[in-house]
């Protein structure tokens, strides 16, 4: 996990096709009051020009020039959010350039062939190419999977040490410019090796990576492989969620179990390729139980969580609403196709940010299911998540380890719309609503009362 920023912990929430200013006002007004550590952005390099979000996985150039902003606009980002105590995590597409093999003209106007890419920055030629130059087509086979093409993208000969600067270089300009750590997109198709080697070359060899490896039984490249060189992501823990979700949650009763190490397991309920393709995970158009899921996963301890936060589209290739030229527009926040979903102002996911800063790195306790969809745990005496995943509201008394004392539900809304008592021996008596949720912790006590994280 990346390091816990002092008083909120290590809660991230990734603005998929957010542009920079967009992101910069969040962080001001939302994302630093409601304890958000950490924010990803979409990939800021240059990009090939086209309606569809993926243009963003295209690189032609390592200018920090996009869709999505300017390099001014993306410094003037970090900062606001720095200044919000919000630290930025950057998409970082270092496994390929472009996949359009008649080549063109970047969003930047630098002008590009399939494997020829004159720069300034990031400039290739057909010689830092891996020569295999066809697709990936079984992943099965080690060799093919890092060396081949991903869906037609020119693929990097990440074992050079040219090509390793050229990233490298790219990394530590946006170190320059204040990230804080990476998202290394595609990680599964490049040696570890050469990852590890890159990260050797960057001004801040330390600094928090985290990989994108869809883990995938059987396959010869796991993700447990990338740990040298930071955290993976678990794709295991989004279909183990959505599984219990559309079935019994109760079996959340082991999550966690099999998969990566806690510590080294980047989580999320859904990302910007799952919410569209979507192969055993959930998406907001789940509803309330996505509401829950993210509830689940921000109430327990297992892994470092990202919620994702995207727009609603109609088809899976569909880009954000975009300006004549082509620029991404700022986020509209809304219900209707073309809007930010801004899952991370929602009170029950926004609120749990702050009941996850509260536990910190408490254990799970008192951990309670009634052998189908509702389930109760605690985090010892600093927080008690109740969900009901179930049809029909639900009571029961409930033990908890809190200390006696009337707290706030915090996923009934801000403000401590919902008061709940805890009783001397840390029972509680609650009414959870059909596919709600309800949860408590010592950083919200009715009546004000607060106690600071630990
Ligand atoms: C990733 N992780 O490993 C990203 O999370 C994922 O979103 C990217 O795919 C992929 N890897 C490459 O970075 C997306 C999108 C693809 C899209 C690529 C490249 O899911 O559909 O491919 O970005 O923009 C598109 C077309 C594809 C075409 C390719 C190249 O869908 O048909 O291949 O562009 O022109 C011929
Ligand atoms: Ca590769």
Not at 250 to 266: K, M
Not at 291 to 320: E, I, Q
Not at 346 to 352: R, S, V
Request: proline letters at 6%; a negative charge; one cysteine or more.
């Amino acid at each position: 996990a990346p390091p816990a920023v002092p008083g909120r912990g290590r809660t991230a929430v990734v603005l998929f096709q957010w542009t920079w200013n967009s992101i910069a006002r969040e962080c001001t007004s939302t994302l630093g009051p409601a304890g958000y550590a950490y924010v990803q952005t979409s990939p800021p390099q240059e990009h090939v020009r086209g309606p569809q979000w993926w243009t963003s996985y295209q690189p032609v150039s390592y200018r920090i020039e996009s869709k999505l902003g300017t390099r001014a606009e993306y410094r003037a980002m970090v900062q606001a959010c720095n200044a919000a105590g919000v630290r930025v995590i950057a998409d970082a597409v270092v496994n390929h350039m472009s996949g359009q093999s008649a080549g063109g003209t970047g969003w930047a106007g630098t002008r590009f062939q399939h494997y020829a890419y004159p720069g300034p920055e990031g400039g290739y030629g057909p010689q830092d190419f891996n020569a295999c130059r066809r697709d990936i087509a079984n992943y099965g086979d080690r060799w093919e999977v890092q060396s081949c093409n991903l869906v037609n993208l020119a693929d990097l000969d990440t074992g050079s040490s040219y090509v390793r600067d050229e990233i490298a270089a790219y990394l530590n300009d946006l170190i320059g410019l204040g990230v804080s750590g990476f998202r290394i997109d595609a990680a599964k198709h490049m040696p570890a090796a050469d990852l590890a080697a890159i990260k050797g070359r960057l001004a801040n060899p330390n600094i928090f990576w985290v990989h994108e490896v869809i883990g995938s039984p059987g396959e010869p490249v796991q993700p447990s492989e990338y740990l040298s060189s930071g955290d993976s992501h678990e794709f295991g823990y989004a279909r183990t969620l959505a599984s219990s979700f559309d079935g019994r949650i109760s079996s959340l009763r082991t999550l966690g179990s099999g998969l990566l190490p806690s510590d080294r397991a980047g989580v999320f309920v859904d990302n910007h390729d799952t919410e569209r393709d979507t192969h055993g995970t959930m998406n907001h158009t789940w509803g309330a139980k996505y509401r829950l899921a993210n509830v689940l996963m921000l109430a327990h301890p297992y892994g470092w969580p990202s919620v994702h936060s995207g727009y609603r589209f109609t088809d899976r290739d569909a880009g954000a609403p975009q300006e004549g030229d082509g620029g991404v527009r700022d986020a509209v926040c809304g219900t209707t196709t073309g809007t930010f979903t801004c899952a991370h102002r929602w009170p029950e996911i926004k609120n749990m940010v702050g009941f996850r800063t509260s536990v910190g790195d408490v254990p799970l306790t008192d951990w309670w299911d009634d052998g189908g969809n509702q389930i109760a745990f605690g985090r010892g005496d600093r927080g008690f998540v109740v969900i009901n995943n179930g049809a029909s509201s639900m009571t029961r008394t409930l033990q908890t380890s809190l200390a006696a004392g009337s707290y706030c539900d915090v996923v009934a809304g801000d403000g401590c719309t919902r008061t709940v008592t805890v009783d001397g021996s840390g029972r509680t008596t609650v009414t959870v609503p059909a596919y709600g949720a309800l949860a408590l912790h010592v950083g919200a006590r009715a009546g004000g009362g607060t106690t600071p994280p630990p």
